[in-house]
């Protein structure tokens, strides 16, 4: 008798282990679980290759390239001469891409059924402009240290083109760097604008991108434009986490060693 009740209580003790080990186990699993869930919730997507609709679709929530976030895409507003026609947003292409500390968006233009397109105005006075606005953020931890501006483009004298990119922060200077013809004529090909350095890059920036497109008795092709942002550090993405997630992540490690010390304590006294 006193061996079966004794055996009943090495049971239960087990039981009682085993139920706290499996308590333990299933509250590292929802700490775990929320930290992700924290660590993502407010996070924006990544930016994939999509016409502008899709992009100016995404509103203040914006996307990701790298450690940086682009939002509040504005539909272009275009000031094109009598007769040369406008583009819609779905038909500039963009095509996000990263290298190292550089986050990059071109801009490519397409025909309705989706095909590559080059802008060409040949008579003269012909105009070809837009110009159209985004948000661009810095991740946590970095800051913009340069941007600049680049376009595939070919002319011949006195045709002209230019491709300009503004970025300003609210009440700051605007910073800029354009690309253009350079009053010569040029083979069609893809030419950068000088790297622009930013000396206060800690805040969001407005961007204002402004394509012109002039004939004058020449001729003048366009492809697209790239707009490039430098950050400084290079930080990786992802690898600084915000501080709600820090939060819970702190908070589940205490939960953890609270409920080992608890069983602990527990074993030491069915000992």
């Not at 930013?198 to 008795?217: E, M």
Request: charged share 10%; aromatic share 6%; hydrophobic share 40%.
């Amino acid at each position: 008798m006193i061996a079966s009740s004794l055996l009943t209580l090495e049971r239960m003790k087990s039981n009682i282990l085993v139920g706290e080990q499996q308590q333990m186990a299933t509250s590292i699993r929802l700490c775990v679980l929320a930290g992700l869930v924290v660590t993502t919730v407010g996070a924006a997507p990544m930016c994939t290759t999509q016409l502008y609709s899709a992009y100016v679709a995404l509103g203040s929530g914006g996307c990701s390239v790298g450690d940086e976030t682009f939002s509040n895409f504005t539909t272009p507003s275009f000031t094109n001469s009598l007769g040369v026609a406008t583009l819609t947003n779905d038909q500039i292409l963009v095509t996000p891409s990263n290298a190292g500390a550089t986050d990059s968006l071109s801009f490519s233009y397409e025909t309705v059924t989706g095909a590559p397109m080059t802008i060409t105005l040949s008579d003269n006075a012909q105009v070809f402009a837009f110009t159209f606005m985004y948000v661009a953020s810095a991740g946590s931890g970095t800051t913009l240290s340069s941007l600049q501006m680049g376009s595939t483009f070919g002319n011949t004298t006195p045709g002209s083109v230019s491709a300009t990119k503004n970025a300003q922060t609210a009440g700051g200077p605007i910073i800029t760097s354009a690309v253009t013809d350079n009053g010569i004529t040029n083979a069609f090909g893809t030419f950068s604008g000088p790297v622009t350095p930013v000396t206060n890059g800690t805040t969001p920036f407005n961007v204002l991108d402004a394509i012109s497109l002039q004939a004058q008795s020449g001729m003048v092709s366009d492809a697209g434009f790239k707009n490039s942002f430098t950050l400084s550090p290079a930080g990786v993405p992802g690898s600084a986490p915000e501080p709600p997630a820090s939060i819970l992540i702190g908070s589940g490690l205490l939960l953890i060693s609270g409920l080992v010390r608890k069983i602990s304590r527990r074993r030491r006294a069915h000992a």
